[in-house]
């Protein structure tokens, strides 16, 4: 599936494999100014059911996370994890409470209201990329500010601004099929942040990497938060949670757990 929306920390110590400099804070493309809103996100009594008689998917959820946090959302797998993720970006609806994000009651929009918030406040990345094959890079990434209505010059400068910064630039005319794993996130993670969201949601961002790639990911995750943008990741991954998060959420059987704030952060 696409979703046409879908980067701050020290430089990394170690060097890319490829011999290329590593992205940095520096380097990283300035997020955008919020709407004044005292929580970014506000979930208030939040529940999801899939199936009338089934367990609900979530339950009884609340949660309210401010401008600027990076927040790992941890848990078993099916403890709902995504679908807690999904109705944050407005991918999905509750079937009971509310979801407020930049102080507008997504739960409450219309479909054309949903894609247009998901497509000015939220980038995602996914753990498969979710990259159009049929396209070049400089077309993924371009695509959600085309679909926005940015004119094109602009778009373009971003985009460029972006692929330079996240080291894919030698890379732009290139299909995604060409890239590896890590590369085809980075790629991911630019057309995330092409138009300025105020919220990066991640599903698994490093799901499918190797370790050390996955290392890389989590300090582009955290390089990005150090710049001001608001970060939420579902992962199963204690080394990525500890890379960039300062607060940590689990969930089982869709009702929050333990919600902490971290202060052993690895950067
Ligand atoms: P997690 O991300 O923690 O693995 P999910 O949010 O994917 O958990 O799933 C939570 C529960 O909701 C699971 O029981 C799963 O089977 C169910 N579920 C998720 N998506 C759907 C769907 N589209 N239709 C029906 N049930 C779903």
Known sequence: MYSPNSLGADPPARRPRDGSMPATAASIPAVPSLPHTDALILLDEVTKRYDGDAAPAVDGVGIQIAPGESVAVMGPSGSGKSTLLNMMAGLDRPTSGTVTVAGQRIDQLSETGLARFRRRQVGMIFQFFNLLDDMTVADNVLLPAQLAGMPAAKARARADELLTALRIGPHRNAYPARLSGGQRQRVAIARALVNRPALLLADEPTGA???????????????????????????????????????????????????????????
């Open 209 to 267: 990497l190797d370790t050390a790639t996955g290392q890389e990911i989590g300090e582009l995750l955290a390089d990005l938060n150090s710049s001001g943008q608001t970060l939420i990741v579902v992962t199963h991954n204690p080394d990525l949670a500890a890379r960039y998060a300062r607060r940590v959420i689990e969930i089982v059987d869709g009702r929050i757990t333990s919600d902490a704030h971290v202060t052993g952060v690895l950067r």
